[in-house]
């Protein structure tokens, strides 16, 4: 009788500690649950507090032209239209069937310069952007690969180097800003960002150099 009732409260005390872990368990995914929705939420809002009115994620103003952020959805560049910006810059290279109609109902226009996430830029993907930029009659622009995080990163990041001479740690800096760091697998984007600056300012030396030998 003594060992059969120590192994019944053997039992009940398995019980109620599988209880507790149950208990426990759902209480964690519970919180989890919540942190990611409130993320989500968060994220889906504007990134930048001055433009209440633009919905889209991760979006930020980087200069008097640059305008930057997340894919808008199709009810978006109407907003982007009230900034006064007139080009809209796609980097994916899988677009939305409703963007380039969206933007040119909206009266902007629309460029797509394809790249792959998670991969090495190609100097065409960059020399595309540059020219695109650098024409006056582009006007303010908007650029945006699916979560502005990482190609749209890497673009501003040559838009910095090439138009205010910013340094890599700043460059890196306002990468991080708008969420470069997040996610996996981007190495390869952060290695170009790196490559390109030694290499521009390798064009920047060589410039100089040739500039005092003219004198």
């Known amino acids: ?10 039992y009940l005390r398995s019980f109620k500690i599988m209880s507790f872990v149950k208990r426990s368990s759902l209480t964690v995914i519970a919180i989890l649950a919540v942190v990611f929705s ?3 939420v968060s994220f889906a ?8 009115n633009v919905k889209i994620s991760n979006f930020g103003k980087m200069d008097e032209r640059f305008y930057r952020g997340a ?15 007139k080009t809209v810059i796609d980097l994916t290279d899988n677009s939305r069937s409703y963007e380039q109609p969206a933007v040119e109902a909206a009266g902007l226009r629309y460029i797509n310069i394809p790249m792959v996430d998670k991969s090495y830029p190609s100097m065409d993907q960059v020399n595309a952007f540059l020219k695109v930029v650098d024409d006056p009659a582009t006007g303010k622009f908007y650029l945006h690969c699916a979560g502005g ?18 340094n890599l740690d700043q460059a890196f ?9 997040s996610g996996m697998g981007h190495g390869k984007q952060k290695s170009f960002v790196q490559d390109y600056w030694q290499q521009f300012q390798a064009k920047l030396s060589n410039t100089n150099v040739a500039a005092s030998a003219g004198r």
């Open 71 to 85: 894919r808008p959805e199709q009810g978006d560049y109407q907003a982007l239209a009230a900034l006064g910006i």
């Open 173 to 181: 800096a306002e990468m991080n800003q708008y969420e470069f760091g």
């Open 149 to 166: 995080r990482h190609r749209t990163g890497v673009m501003g990041a040559v838009y910095r180097f090439n138009h205010d001479h910013w």
């Open 1 to 10: 009788m003594g060992r059969w009732l120590s192994t019944c409260s053997i």
């Open 38 to 40: 409130f993320s989500a």
């Open 45 to 52: 809002k504007s990134k930048d507090s001055r433009f209440p």
